[in-house]
């Protein structure tokens, strides 16, 4: 949010989109979208405590619990779910058409998400929407001041979405039970939703909690702030807060017409609130142009939370449109979420070799001993967000130069295919070969595909995380087999002499 999305649109999609039947859309939207049908009522705020005696829907959701023959006397304590979320994505009529592919792809029933639009959307997109994907017209927002230099007044009606939202959800929920996080992002966020919930479910919903991250970019965060969840990379605030937060949102946007984006003002006003940013490292703003893999080649162990910017960076995968690139990420994520990503260092001593794996992603093989430290700094594979002679070249994590002499790269291999069952996962990789380096130069030329089986990863709530090891499993020259498993208690990440 802090850095509008200019929806430089996906080619392959568009067409798609155009193709799909527009029909069933025109069905569904008339009675979705009548905008700005509830009046604020100031007088009445939501309690900060949720009141049992005094919320109606809540009253009513767990009287279903109770003859559902659930453990109602406490729901509040009982286990958070993705019934539990509820998504406030800003959206606009022009943006909406492409995102739809995107957002089908990781929201996921039970979590539900309401799209905030600049206005009736035009026809002109497929349909129907799933179930758990709602959209509403922001109310009004003209008459807050709006007055940075550089950005967009739609700010304010993004920022808005937080209330605007409650006060929809105030007006009743259907089946859903109350919810216990509101999770503010755009459009073209996508989100690895059991990581989402065990992220969440690490914190006491009914305390004041305002997760997310900053800018990878530190230009980016000098411009904006440091101190703020960035919007593209999702902001997760805790129900008790976002009723809070929705309360107090307009007049704090009378204090803050300056600033440049809709999560600036979100912060101010949870500032005011007495609230700071809990930092969570899973959620990703991408303020990067380019080739992102040096970063998801290197994530933290951190559970992977969400992406943003995909239709503005290089397809996740090489030699595949945007669209395909992120189905096939989903693929993996989907198989094992909580590894998606996770980095994981071996190596073979009789061969000298060094190999990296980005689980469900990408691995790294290369000569000689490369220390981890080495392995885990970001290959700086890609440009920063902003363009220009004046531009910073300074991230948040530390980075490694990437050679731009493909022939001293590592050999590269990207995710072709991914089988699990009964616990386990299978996943294969095969060579992305450098294509401006002479045959004989190449680093292990003969090396084509990577095999890796790993068993699922199990995140434990209240449990540390500690970076798995691997074994690299004799094979013929033209392939190697990895096998991540847990490391013995005192094992060191290290080629063995
Ligand atoms: C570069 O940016 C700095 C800080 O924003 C500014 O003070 C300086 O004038 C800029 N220099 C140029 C050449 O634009
Ligand atoms: C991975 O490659 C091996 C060897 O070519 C093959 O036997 C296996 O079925 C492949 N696994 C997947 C998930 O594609």
């Given at each position: 949010?802090?850095?509008?999305?200019?929806?430089?649109?996906?080619?392959?999609?568009?067409?798609?989109?155009?193709?799909?039947?527009?029909?069933?859309?025109?069905?569904?939207?008339?009675?979705?979208?009548?905008?700005?049908?509830?009046?604020?009522?100031?007088?009445?705020?939501?309690?900060?405590?949720?009141?049992?005696?005094?919320?109606?829907?809540?009253?009513?959701?767990?009287?279903?619990?109770?003859?559902?023959?659930?453990?109602?006397?406490?729901?509040?304590?009982?286990?958070?779910?993705?019934?539990?979320?509820?998504?406030?994505?800003?959206?606009?009529?022009?943006?909406?058409?492409?995102?739809?592919?995107?957002?089908?792809?990781?929201?996921?029933?039970?979590?539900?998400?309401?799209?905030?639009?600049?206005?009736?959307?035009?026809?002109?997109?497929?349909?129907?929407?799933?179930?758990?994907?709602?959209?509403?017209?922001?109310?009004?927002?003209?008459?807050?001041?709006?007055?940075?230099?550089?950005?967009?007044?739609?700010?304010?009606?993004?920022?808005?979405?937080?209330?605007?939202?409650?006060?929809?959800?105030?007006?009743?929920?259907?089946?859903?039970?109350?919810?216990?996080?509101?999770?503010?992002?755009?459009?073209?966020?996508?989100?690895?939703?059991?990581?989402?919930?065990?992220?969440?479910?690490?914190?006491?919903?009914?305390?004041?909690?305002?997760?997310?991250?900053?800018?990878?970019?530190?230009?980016?965060?000098?411009?904006?702030?440091?101190?703020?969840?960035?919007?593209?990379?999702?902001?997760?605030?805790?129900?008790?807060?976002?009723?809070?937060?929705?309360?107090?949102?307009?007049?704090?946007?009378?204090?803050?017409?300056?600033?440049?984006?809709?999560?600036?003002?979100?912060?101010?006003?949870?500032?005011?609130?007495?609230?700071?940013?809990?930092?969570?490292?899973?959620?990703?703003?991408?303020?990067?142009?380019?080739?992102?893999?040096?970063?998801?080649?290197?994530?933290?162990?951190?559970?992977?939370?969400?992406?943003?910017?995909?239709?503005?960076?290089?397809?996740?995968?090489?030699?595949?449109?945007?669209?395909?690139?992120?189905?096939?990420?989903?693929?993996?994520?989907?198989?094992?979420?909580?590894?998606?990503?996770?980095q994981t260092v071996c190596?073979?001593?009789?061969?000298?070799?060094?190999a990296s794996v980005a689980w469900?992603?990408s691995v790294?093989?290369?000569?000689?001993?490369?220390?981890?430290?080495?392995?885990?700094?970001?290959?700086?594979?890609?440009?920063?967000?902003?363009?220009?002679?004046?531009?910073?070249?300074?991230?948040?994590?530390?980075?490694?130069?990437?050679?731009?002499?493909?022939?001293?790269?590592?050999?590269?291999?990207?995710?072709?295919?991914?089988?699990?069952?009964?616990?386990?996962?299978?996943?294969?990789?095969?060579?992305?070969?450098?294509?401006?380096?002479?045959?004989?130069?190449?680093?292990?030329?003969?090396?084509?595909?990577?095999?890796v089986?790993?068993?699922?990863?199990?995140?434990?709530?209240?449990?540390?995380?500690?970076?798995?090891?691997c074994?690299?499993?004799?094979?013929?020259?033209?392939?190697?087999?990895i096998?991540i498993?847990?490391?013995?208690?005192?094992?060191?990440?290290?080629?063995?002499?």
């Amino acid at each position: 949010m802090a850095t509008p999305s200019h929806g430089l649109p996906f080619a392959p999609l568009r067409a798609l989109l155009i193709a799909l039947p527009l029909l069933s859309l025109l069905l569904l939207l008339p009675h979705h979208l009548l905008p700005s049908r509830h009046t604020p009522s100031p007088s009445t705020p939501p309690p900060l405590t949720p009141s049992l005696a005094v919320h109606a829907p809540l009253r009513a959701a767990i009287h279903r619990a109770a003859k559902a023959g659930g453990p109602s006397s406490s729901p509040a304590t009982k286990k958070t779910t993705l019934s539990h979320v509820v998504f406030g994505v800003a959206s606009s009529r022009r943006t909406l058409p492409l995102r739809l592919p995107l957002l089908r792809l990781w929201l996921r029933p039970p979590a539900r998400a309401f799209l905030f639009l600049d206005g009736p959307p035009s026809a002109a997109h497929p349909s129907p929407l799933p179930p758990n994907l709602h959209l509403r017209v922001s109310r009004d927002a003209s008459r807050f001041p709006y007055s940075h230099p550089r950005g967009l007044p739609s700010a304010v009606r993004v920022a808005r979405i937080a209330s605007d939202l409650l006060l929809d959800l105030k007006q009743g929920q259907g089946n859903s039970p109350p919810p216990r996080w509101l999770v503010l992002a755009d459009d073209d966020t996508a989100f690895v939703l059991p990581n989402l919930l065990h992220t969440l479910a690490k914190y006491d919903w009914r305390e004041p909690w305002y997760l997310g991250a900053r800018s990878e970019s530190a230009a980016q965060n000098t411009w904006h702030g440091f101190a703020m969840a960035y919007g593209g990379g999702g902001v997760a605030v805790s129900w008790p807060l976002a009723a809070r937060l929705a309360r107090v949102l307009d007049s704090c946007l009378l204090r803050y017409p300056h600033l440049y984006g809709s999560d600036a003002r979100i912060y101010a006003c949870l500032a005011e609130l007495g609230v700071e940013l809990t930092h969570e490292p899973g959620f990703h703003q991408i303020d990067l142009h380019g080739d992102i893999s040096g970063l998801l080649r290197a994530h933290p162990l951190a559970p992977l939370v969400s992406l943003h910017h995909l239709d503005h960076v290089y397809p996740l995968y090489p030699g595949m449109d945007r669209a395909k690139a992120v189905e096939h990420f989903f693929r993996a994520a989907n198989a094992d979420p909580a590894r998606i990503l996770q980095q994981t260092v071996c190596y073979d001593q009789s061969r000298s070799l060094t190999a990296s794996v980005a689980w469900g992603y990408s691995v790294q093989v290369f000569r000689g001993n490369v220390l981890l430290p080495d392995l885990l700094a970001v290959q700086k594979t890609f440009v920063p967000w902003k363009r220009g002679r004046n531009v910073t070249d300074v991230f948040m994590f530390n980075t490694k130069h990437y050679p731009r002499d493909e022939c001293k790269r590592a050999a590269l291999f990207f995710l072709k295919s991914i089988s699990s069952g009964e616990g386990k996962t299978e996943s294969n990789y095969s060579r992305q070969l450098p294509r401006k380096c002479l045959p004989r130069l190449i680093p292990l030329r003969n090396l084509h595909q990577i095999k890796v089986t790993s068993d699922l990863l199990h995140l434990v709530p209240g449990k540390a995380l500690r970076r798995h090891c691997c074994d690299i499993i004799p094979s013929p020259e033209i392939t190697m087999d990895i096998n991540i498993r847990k490391c013995k208690d005192n094992e060191l990440i290290v080629m063995h002499s």
